[in-house]
């Protein structure tokens, strides 16, 4: 059974950076696709960055395009979300999801097969 470990989360200030990990325990991580979902109080999860295991393509929310970063270390088996610039609507439980999403599911929660437990980020002044 595959056990995702995020961790890095913390409360900063808005324009702060963040950068939270992953870490699977996978033997072949680098056939996964990794995904980073969020969900805040009240509302959906929500997509905010995937790096797919087919041509190691990344794709990302619209909400976090050009301030969020996500990278992988298949040797390591850990996956990163850089998260620059945060703003407080950046606040929420951020989630590391792996799996073999097909084009149509990589935005989804459907999509994949493992989650992780979450990482508390809270963006306030």
């Known amino acids: 059974q595959v056990q995702l470990v995020e961790s890095g989360g913390g409360l900063v200030q808005p324009g702060a950076s963040l950068r939270l990990s992953c870490v699977a325990s996978?033997?072949?991580?680098?056939?996964?696709?990794v995904g980073w979902f969020r969900q805040a109080q009240g509302k959906e999860r929500e997509f905010v960055a995937s790096?797919?295991?087919?041509?190691?393509?990344?794709y990302y929310g619209d909400s976090v395009k050009g301030r969020f970063t996500i990278s992988r270390d298949n040797a390591k088996n850990t996956a990163y979300l850089q998260m620059n610039n945060l703003k407080p609507e950046d606040t929420g439980i951020y989630y590391c999801?792996?799996?073999?999403?097909?084009?149509?599911?990589?935005?989804?929660?459907?999509?994949?097969?493992?989650w992780g437990q979450g990482t508390q980020v809270r963006v306030s002044s």
């Open positions: 999801a792996t799996g073999r999403p097909i084009l149509s599911t990589l935005r989804t929660s459907n999509g994949y097969t493992s």
């Open positions: 996978i033997s072949d991580f680098a056939s996964y696709t």
């Open positions: 790096s797919r295991h087919v041509l190691r393509t990344t």
